[in-house]
């Protein structure tokens, strides 16, 4: 079984293990928080800075409990994939054209490249996701506090794609992801969900910028009426400002 990691600043529990989140601090109703804290001489979080829509964003608003954000993938960089994976895949085609070639099976040459397949494969997949998909986030809330909110991805299917009751949200916060390959470094960003059970539940990965996960964490808690607090594990470094 693994550890737990402590944080009496925050005022939650950590496990390594499954790397669930346990809250140590009395949950409160959101509205009363702001004036207890004061009340007890704690000092709140500062207020982040408002976010600026990013520009490839399509935002429909029906109401202020309604939230409908759309965005594409496309990037340029996706064309030099799909050329690359038809390049791949063609080399791929004519070596088993020239092993399946006379009277008998060259088995050893047509079980050598199964791995190269595989990898053609993911290659294509994507660089078409890249090229034709988009992201539709709608959140909902009603008059009651019960609502939904559901991430879908399209026409290739991608995950994750929750759907989840927003009165199981807790908080929300943005996680930097990065990945070291041979020759480069990756740096993408995840919005992620602290459930009522205290569970982290990832709602959208891989974004290209801070500007876009922050945005959609700062626009689903307008929504839902969710305070901003201090999670474990969320990014907090430069380009988060504050007021």
């Known amino acids: 079984m693994g550890g737990t990691g402590l944080d009496r600043r925050l005022g939650v529990v950590v496990c390594d293990h499954c790397g669930a989140i346990f809250d140590l601090t009395r949950r409160e109703d959101r509205s009363e928080a702001p004036k207890r804290a004061q009340e007890s001489g704690d000092k709140p979080r500062p207020d982040r800075a408002p976010v600026a829509l990013p520009k490839h964003f399509q935002v429909q608003r029906i109401s202020d409990r309604r939230l409908v954000v759309r965005w594409r993938w496309f990037q340029p960089s996706a064309i030099l ?35 190269h397949v595989a990898a053609g494969v993911v290659i294509t997949y994507s660089a078409l996701s890249k090229l034709l998909n988009h992201t539709v986030l709608t959140c909902v809330r009603g008059a009651s506090g019960k609502g939904v909110m559901k991430v879908r991805h399209g026409p290739m299917p991608w995950f994750p794609q929750p759907t989840i009751p927003t009165q199981d949200l807790e908080q929300l ?3 930097r992801k990065v990945s070291h390959r041979k020759n480069s470094t990756t740096v993408t960003w995840n919005v992620l969900a602290v459930t009522r059970d205290h569970s982290g539940l990832p709602l959208i990965k891989g974004l290209d910028t801070l500007q876009e996960a922050l945005w959609l964490e700062q626009e689903i808690e307008e929504v839902l009426d969710i305070r901003d607090r201090p999670v474990a594990g969320e990014y907090r470094g430069e380009g988060v400002h504050q007021v």
């Open 81 to 115: 994939l799909l050329i690359f994976a038809i390049a791949w895949n063609s080399f791929l085609v004519g070596w088993y054209q020239t092993a399946m070639v006379g009277p008998n099976t060259d088995w050893g040459a047509i079980l050598f490249p199964i791995g």
């Open 173 to 175: 916060y943005v996680e």
